[in-house]
């Protein structure tokens, strides 16, 4: 069983790298060309979403079975999407039902490449019919994929595909809000370049700043500054981007926040900053 576990992730490895003449060696040992390794994705998967071109003909011609999805029910189009390799898109398109496919979590193919970066890939699924208008499960459309992969232009070829900047998820977050909470710079200065509203607030009643502020990036929280009326605005629970930043151990955040001002006496609906820091549980953070 040991040697069978590891001559199958031996071909998962050999069509990672796109070593042909290694997976008709494994293959030849007679071993399933559809095994699945534990987040349930195939060899072909694995060529597909490096990509690996000649490998994924190998093991198409071999007899692969590009209509099998891993456990996120992503298909062989998904992972190509994510690998970024237009010609190897061209090739799964023939491979599966649709362009626009959705995963588990309802994510297409085109949200996909748009969420790594992968401007050749969005440029070849469009040509190709990929519809922009689609939303996940969570309501997150193309434009909120950029937003959190980051690249300018990425954001820039979605911001023509969607009625509007702002769009919000089911929660209310914005793209500037998605780009501001993941640490991307670049995102946040072009989307505010662009025109994305810095005032609004998510069902929470976060804005920008206090997404900011979770994540602790001194730049970003710096820009969204100058973007909020107060430092000390308040969600909805009466936390302020200071408490937010305590409660997520965001140690250099918290200081940079007391320099600019924030202040450390206010409470939310009972708890304090301290109470704040403890739940985070990073000890420099409480001293």
Not at 27 to 39: M, Q
Request: charged fraction near 20%; aromatic fraction near 4%; charge should be negative.
């Amino acid at each position: 069983m040991e040697e069978e576990k590891t001559i199958g992730n031996s071909l998962h490895s050999a069509a990672e790298t796109g070593d042909v003449a290694e997976i008709e060696s494994l293959l030849a040992l007679g071993f399933s060309i559809d095994r699945r390794n534990d987040e349930g994705r195939t060899p072909l998967m694995m060529a597909v979403a490096n990509g690996e071109l000649q490998a994924v003909k190998c093991l198409l011609k071999q007899g692969a079975d590009p209509s099998l999805q891993d456990n996120k029910g992503w298909n062989v189009l998904h992972h190509a999407s994510e690998g970024g390799s237009p010609k190897v898109i061209e090739l799964m398109l023939s491979h599966v039902r649709s362009i626009d496919s959705i995963s588990k979590e309802g994510s297409t193919s085109l949200m996909i490449a748009a969420g790594n970066d992968k401007l050749q890939a969005l440029k070849c699924l469009l040509k190709q019919g990929a519809d922009p208008s689609l939303q996940d499960s969570k309501g997150c459309n193309v434009l909120h994929y950029a937003s959190l992969g980051g690249n300018p232009e990425v954001i820039e070829l979605m911001l023509s595909h969607v009625p509007s900047i702002d769009l919000v998820t089911k929660v209310g977050s914005t793209p500037l809000m998605i780009a501001a909470g993941n640490d991307k710079l670049r995102a946040v200065k072009y989307l505010l370049e662009q025109g994305a509203d810095s005032s609004l607030q998510d069902n929470k009643g976060w804005n920008v700043l206090h997404y900011a502020s979770r994540v602790g990036n001194l730049e970003v929280i710096e820009l969204m500054l100058s973007h909020v009326p107060s430092i000390n605005s308040r969600t909805k629970e009466g936390a302020t981007p200071l408490m937010i930043a305590a409660g997520n151990e965001k140690l250099q955040a918290v200081q940079f926040l007391l320099e600019q001002g924030a202040d450390p006496s206010l409470r939310d609906k009972g708890w304090n900053l301290l109470h704040y820091a403890s739940l985070g549980g990073n000890p420099e953070v409480i001293e």
